[in-house]
């Protein structure tokens, strides 16, 4: 289907992943904006992301939908399902693979209420029938997820110039998490490692690997300690410092989406599960240990866009996959704590 880009004068990308998938995304963004440029680009997205979104100069207007059960928010998806529909959408374009039948239907359902022009989007093992233009894709992926959302633009004739990704940390983030951070007796100079054990739940290390971690680590190297998470996380975190018997900041549900991204640049290493701060760490080009458990990992390989990056990741016979809660979690408990302190010791000691 060939697309008249001065006919279109109103774009909307649903993107229902994570801030890791939406800032992947901006590469591709820019250039719709570029290339259409006399439409007016809407994003449709999780809540959880759109901290994500807010310095986003191209996109004129974001709509929250709750995934979950059309669903999850109820009255609120809907209402901004006809807004959408009721402003005739020229072209809706999926960014997000479409890993099962269950979440092809309900993708497009979605189209359907929102009713635009042109439907395009991920093709993901054929189950992308409905849309009027597709990108082929197998469900593991062959290449990193930012190329795809680059391909699916420039099938709309949308050539991506650049692929920088957009996160900037302001200055006032980065003052304000300094300060915070010498309240706790840490230093601009001292050595700054963040621990972040959350994510979801079938993608977490066990929490006792990440205190006895910490304590190897600051048996062995002169740093200071932080860990990070959401509100929902405070537990965890807390939980991780008790164990590990040592002075441990907790920095879980404290900080906004701009410090959090300010702090993990401050610091000069990262340790984290396979979660949206993963790719906020490989971005910033931040010291980063990638603990890779059941997630697609050609697909989010954070060495894709950072050298300063080690991945650790062993697989087993039922990965990947997207389980949300996994009783076993083998693919994780392969990964010991000394190739965790390993990889952090390799980081560490270059700074000596």
């Known amino acids: 289907m060939q697309i008249n880009n001065k006919e279109i004068k109103s774009i909307l990308v649903v993107n229902l992943g994570g801030i890791g998938d ?33 310095n986003l100069s191209y996109v004129d207007k974001v709509f929250i939908f709750e995934p979950g059960h059309l669903w999850g928010n109820g009255l609120a998806n809907f209402k901004n399902l006809a807004i959408l529909r009721k402003q005739k959408v020229d072209l809706a374009i999926n960014m997000r693979t479409l890993g099962s039948n269950n979440s092809a239907l309900k993708m497009r359902l979605l189209m359907q209420m929102i009713n635009p022009g042109i439907k395009a989007g991920r093709n993901t093992s054929g189950r992308g029938g409905f849309l009027d233009i597709k ?17 699916m633009v420039s099938v709309l004739g949308a050539a991506v110039i650049d692929k920088q990704i957009d996160f900037k940390i302001g200055e006032k983030n980065s003052l304000e998490v300094q300060e915070l951070l010498n309240g706790n007796g840490i230093g601009p100079n001292d050595v700054l490692i963040g621990i972040h054990p959350g994510g979801r739940p079938s993608r977490r290390w066990p929490e006792e690997n990440f205190a006895s971690t910490i304590k190897i680590i600051k048996d062995n190297f002169a740093v200071s300690v932080v860990i990070t998470g959401g509100k929902d996380e405070v537990g965890l975190a807390n939980r991780i410092i008790a164990e590990s018997g040592l002075n441990v900041i907790n920095l879980a549900g404290k900080l906004s989406f701009p410090q959090l991204g ?13 979660t949206g701060v993963l790719h906020i760490a490989a971005i910033l080009k931040t010291p ?18 950072s050298e300063k990056s080690l991945v650790l990741y062993k697989g087993s016979d039922c990965s990947p996959c997207n389980k949300f809660f996994c009783p076993l979690i083998k693919c994780l408990k392969a990964i010991s704590i000394n190739e965790v302190v390993e990889a952090a010791a390799f980081f560490l000691e270059k700074r000596k």
């Open 22 to 54: 939406l800032l992947l995304s901006t590469p591709a963004l820019r250039a719709l904006k570029r290339h259409f440029s006399g439409a007016s680009l809407y994003l449709l997205v999780a809540k959880r992301v759109v901290p994500a979104v807010k």
């Open 135 to 151: 990108v082929p894709e197998d469900d593991e992926g062959e290449k990193y997820e930012m190329e795809y959302d680059i391909d």
């Open 262 to 274: 300010a702090l993990i640049k401050r610091c000069n290493l990262y340790i984290t599960n396979d």
């Open 288 to 305: 980063l240990v990638a603990i890779f458990g059941p997630g697609h990992l050609r697909r989010f390989d954070p060495r894709n866009i």
